[in-house]
């Protein structure tokens, strides 16, 4: 492992009384695709941007590609690729004109970033649309040109903050694609998401956030392994669900969870649970699955991660 | 510098889109209010009051107008836009550009909108015979130097501001200091305490300023103090706008 293209201690953001990030601790290293996950409002987005080094950190060290964001910012961005939020895209111009005027913010040549955009339009697969404005472009095209344009400057890190979110599930798995081969070709990814299974498929290594801090860290199947049991089982309720100890199930229970409309029981072995709970509970319905981030989230925080 | 030059592309680039229309308005524009106010109300304008022809009189008066009209609006929507609607201005910090980068590109596109309004419209005022001296050309540099006293800080405005603000900022300024800038009339038909306001607009000392070119008076004392005046405004007006997009980009 080389030193860190990301290297975080004690990172805080304050605005006004209120700590968007408080605190925490991370590294990211070269080739790596690395993720917070968290619900709207932990702290992802605060801290994506001063690693994009346009918001400046209220305390704590942050190096990225072992320089300064504050002294050092428009060097440091010089080599990022920015996936931003909201997209900050010019709907009045075309595709090409909006990747060719981002990459003369580079400070590319004209027909060095003519000859990038068209390789890149083929890769987000929008060369047919190279003529025509953004505007009427559907949301997932607009998100692969956003991703093509944060690549035009070869980066050495790539920032996405919540890449997929809002798009349809089409959409989405587009874009986890391009992503993937982008991982594939050994980018470093850093992104953001609120969507447990979008972290599973990127992510090597994440870090769950929660109210500004970290609540854990590792890669999606550790994580998994050490904070959730193997299978859960959910059981649906026509009315609200009864109240129970995990003790009822004689150790076959890990934990239990309850939400509004259903119980969640974590448990080693699923199909051996189903007969048991049946009988007692009386569920509408059953479903046996494995554990996924979205268990983790629940048990580290005690809330859903999309609420 | 080179960085500057990167965010003035982009608004070039969406100005390509957009120039056969502005020309046209640039040059329909003097020859209506040339027409109107030189000949038309000037002939009702009686010479010895001012001691030249009305149109010799209000021609580079509007010409100044037009520098700060320009300027005004090229600085307040597009600025707010490039904030809130299409985010350009994130786009750009999310590269090597940084934010006075941002002031600097956007204020030399000001000027170059200003600079093309202006020589169409001195091409007119001098098509209808109201320039009297080759130094009437300076007039160029000197109405960017308006637009841009008037674009820094509207532009600081329009970043900061949390509501629209440009209604406020056009029926009780700007056009007031169209109207009563020594534009039409000399300032001095101004009661004092009111006529001190329109010394202190950078309008006056532009409009007075383009005058003496036209009619080729220009004083050295005059003129250094006109421009010296302009150039205060534009200094200030940066900082303004500065301070203004780094508060507001930059959390």
Same mark, same amino acid.
């Not at chain 1, 619900?39 to 702290?43: D, T, W």
């Given at each position: 492992m080389g030193s860190p293209l990301i290297h975080a201690r004690g990172l805080t953001k304050r605005f006004g009384e209120f700590t %968007?990030?408080?605190g925490i601790d991370f590294d990211v290293a070269p080739g790596e695709a690395f993720g917070f996950l968290g @619900?709207? /409002? %932990? /702290?992802k987005s605060s801290t994506m941007r001063m690693i994009g080094c346009v918001s400046p950190p209220s305390g704590g060290t942050l190096r990225i590609l072992g320089k300064d964001p504050v002294r050092e910012g428009s060097e440091i961005r010089a080599r990022l690729g920015v996936v931003p939020q909201a997209d900050t895209l010019d709907n009045e111009l075309t595709v090409q004109e909006n990747l060719v005027i981002y990459g003369r913010y580079f400070g590319l040549s004209r027909a060095e970033v003519r000859r990038r955009a068209a390789e890149l339009l083929d890769f987000v697969q929008l060369s047919e649309r190279a003529t025509s404005k953004v505007e009427p472009l559907s949301g997932g095209m607009k998100r692969r040109l956003t991703i093509a344009r944060a690549l035009v400057n070869e980066p050495e890190l790539i920032l996405l903050d919540e890449p997929t979110t809002g798009l349809d599930p089409q959409a989405r798995h587009l874009v986890w694609d391009r992503l993937f081969r982008l991982k594939q070709r050994g980018a470093t990814l850093v992104l953001t998401t609120h969507y447990m299974d979008e972290a599973e498929q990127l992510c090597d290594r994440l870090v769950i956030m929660d109210n500004g801090k970290i609540a854990e860290e590792g890669s999606p199947l550790e994580l998994i392994r050490r904070l959730s049991t193997r299978e859960v089982v959910e059981l649906r309720f026509p009315s609200d669900p009864p109240e129970i100890e995990p003790g009822t199930f004689n150790g076959q229970v890990a934990r239990v969870e309850t939400l509004p409309d259903r119980l969640l029981l974590y448990t080693d072995d699923g199909d051996a649970l189903v007969p048991v709970a049946h009988e007692r509970l009386r569920p509408q319905s059953v479903l046996v699955r494995r554990s996924t981030l979205e268990d983790v989230f629940l048990r580290l925080t005690g809330r859903t991660l999309v609420e | 510098m080179s960085y500057a030059l990167r965010s003035y592309e982009y608004w070039l680039t969406v100005y390509r889109r957009v120039w056969r229309g502005t020309v046209a308005s640039s040059v329909l524009n003097p020859v209506l209010y040339l027409a109107a106010m030189g000949v038309g109300l000037g002939s009702i304008v009686q010479k010895n009051q001012l001691g030249i022809p009305y149109l010799d009189y209000v021609a580079p008066g509007l010409l100044a107008a037009v520098g700060m009209q320009v300027a005004s609006i090229e600085s307040s929507f597009p600025v707010r836009g490039a904030i809130r609607w299409n985010r350009q201005y994130y786009a750009m910090l999310?590269? @090597?550009?940084?934010v006075g980068d941002l002031v600097t590109g956007h204020l030399m596109y000001v000027s170059t909108r200003v600079f093309v309004a202006v020589s169409l419209y001195l091409a007119a005022v001098t098509a209808f015979g109201a320039v009297h001296s080759p130094f009437a050309l300076f007039c160029v540099p000197v109405c960017v130097l308006v637009g841009l006293a008037f674009a820094a800080p509207i532009s600081g405005l329009s970043a900061w501001a949390e509501e629209e603000v440009f209604n406020p900022l056009f029926r009780f300024a700007v056009t007031p200091m169209f109207l009563f800038s020594g534009t039409f009339f000399p300032v001095e038909r101004i009661p004092v305490p009111l006529r001190w306001l329109a010394y202190v607009t950078p309008l006056w000392h532009g409009v007075d300023l383009c005058r003496h070119l036209t009619l080729g008076t220009p004083t050295p004392l005059n003129t250094v103090g006109h421009l010296a005046y302009l150039l205060a405004w534009v200094v200030a007006g940066v900082w303004i706008a500065r301070v203004a997009y780094r508060k507001r980009l930059v959390t």
């Open positions: %968007a990030v408080d @619900p709207n /409002g %932990a /702290g | 999310a590269t @090597p550009l940084r």
